[in-house]
Structures are given as structure tokens and as C-alpha cells.
């Protein structure tokens, strides 16, 4: 396999990406190992899913504008707007419930304290990034150090194509059928896996107008069904489902 290096940063290192995922098995708060992951994996498919978002006239004017999603999620005014029963509402509370923020995740994925640069490609990985939680609150899935972050980095494969993604639930699945001798849990990524495949593709989706949205009917205009198998695993989900 071909190694990372600065002068092609999309192309995979799967050593890098085997020692992180050690640590990440031994220590799932370690979100660290996260993003070196992502960085070790993940770069074949941005040039991908950046030309996708430029194939659309909403995606062409988001990449014009080039908003740092960080930025506006990390200002309490901003996040304190939306309406109750919106995206934008489940995204406040589970800001509330698990104490994270966007600007705290930014810290983390910055492994070498790079300044902010002004790239469209850069740019477009930050927005990955920024929208990780909101997936969490559109799909239902806990952002806990198992099955709920597992189920949610399967369908974020499905969505994105990102290897670091699959690396992560295969080693989550591998390691839970070793503790507790069960296929419970991976089936339940594998439906996560098969949930982000046939939703629509939300790296594509205008995030300011879709935190306004009611929950309920972004996720059926998203295509995005009710998580079963993990409900059975964990019958308190991140949020109610609704018709």
C-alpha cells in the first residue's frame, strides 16, 4: 500500500491507521486516534466527494462561500435560535447532554496545531468534520465510545466512501464478538452501513437551512430510516423517532 506524504495527502497508510486503532480499541475516549485515522484513510475520498458537491449549483455556492460550519456551531446566539422540535434543537440538547462542542472537536482534530488555512479542499474536510455530531442527532445514534459512535462511522462510510470510517466499525465489531461472543452489535453497524446507503447524501446538504428544519421531516426527506437493531441493542436512542 502506498504511504502518505506531503506532496499527495490522499492517498492511504495503513500502518499509521493500525497503530491508531490499537490505542482507539484500548481507550474508545482516545478521539485522538479518531483523526488519525481519518487522515491515515480517508484522503482518497475527498477529491471524490469534493467534485460531487461542486457537480451541484447549491454545492458550487457553498464552496464559494466557504463557511466554517465550526465557527457558527460554537457560538452559544447562534446555536440558541433554532426552534424547538428542529434539527437545530436536538443539536443544542445534545450539545447539553454530552458537554461536547465544535470548536472542542476542532481542537482535537488538529493533531499537529496547523494554523487555518484557506483551501477549498481544506475546507471541505473541516466540514466533514463539523457535521459528525449533527449526524449523530439526525440518525438517533448516542455519541458513546461503542455501539452508537460504531453504528454511526458505518453509515458515515456508506455516505462518504472514507476507509478510515470502515476501519473503525470492523475493529469495533471484531472487538465486541471477542468480549461478549455476540453478533448483536455487529449487526447492528452492518445496519447503520446499510441505513447511510440508501439515505440521500448528506455531505451535500445546505446545513443552515437543515438545522431549521423539523427532525421528524428532515429525516424523512433524507431517507433516513429508523436504526432497529440498534434499538433492540439500546432502547434509548439519542432521539424520539416520529412518523
Not at 1 to 22: D, G, L
Not at 78 to 90: E, K, N, Q, S
Not at 195 to 219: C, M, S, T, V
Request: charged share 25%; hydrophobic share 40%.
Amino acid at each position: 500500500m502506498a504511504t502518505t506524504t506531503a506532496s499527495n495527502p490522499y492517498k492511504h497508510n495503513v500502518f499509521a491507521a493500525f497503530q491508531a486503532v490499537r490505542k482507539l480499541m484500548a481507550n474508545g475516549n482516545d478521539t485522538e486516534q479518531v483523526f488519525r485515522i481519518m487522515r491515515a484513510l480517508n484522503g482518497p475520498s475527498m477529491p471524490r466527494n469534493f467534485n460531487r458537491l461542486l457537480s451541484t449549483p447549491d454545492g458550487r455556492r457553498m464552496v464559494y462561500q466557504r463557511i466554517e460550519l465550526a465557527e457558527r456551531l460554537s457560538d452559544p446566539a447562534y446555536v440558541a435560535r433554532f426552534a424547538p422540535g428542529t434539527v437545530g434543537a436536538a443539536y443544542r440538547a445534545f450539545l447539553e447532554q454530552t458537554g461536547y462542542s465544535a470548536d472542542g472537536l476542532a481542537k482535537v482534530s488538529n493533531l499537529d496545531q496547523e494554523p487555518l488555512i484557506e483551501d477549498a479542499y481544506m475546507w471541505f474536510g473541516r466540514r466533514t468534520r463539523d457535521i459528525h455530531d449533527i449526524w449523530h442527532v439526525l440518525t438517533g445514534y448516542r455519541a458513546d465510545e461503542s455501539l452508537g459512535e460504531a453504528a454511526l462511522v458505518a453509515f458515515s462510510y456508506a455516505q462518504t466512501g472514507g476507509k478510515g470510517w470502515a476501519f473503525i466499525a470492523i475493529a469495533a465489531s471484531l472487538k465486541s464478538l471477542r468480549v461478549s461472543g455476540s453478533l448483536a452489535f455487529a449487526r447492528a453497524v452492518l445496519e447503520g452501513y446499510r441505513l447511510g446507503r440508501r439515505a440521500r447524501w448528506l455531505l451535500g446538504e445546505d446545513y443552515e437551512k437543515l438545522l431549521h428544519e423539523p427532525i421528524g421531516a428532515a429525516r424523512a426527506r433524507l431517507g433516513i430510516a429508523e436504526p432497529q437493531r440498534y434499538l433492540a441493542c439500546n432502547p434509548d436512542p439519542l432521539q424520539e423517532w416520529t412518523a
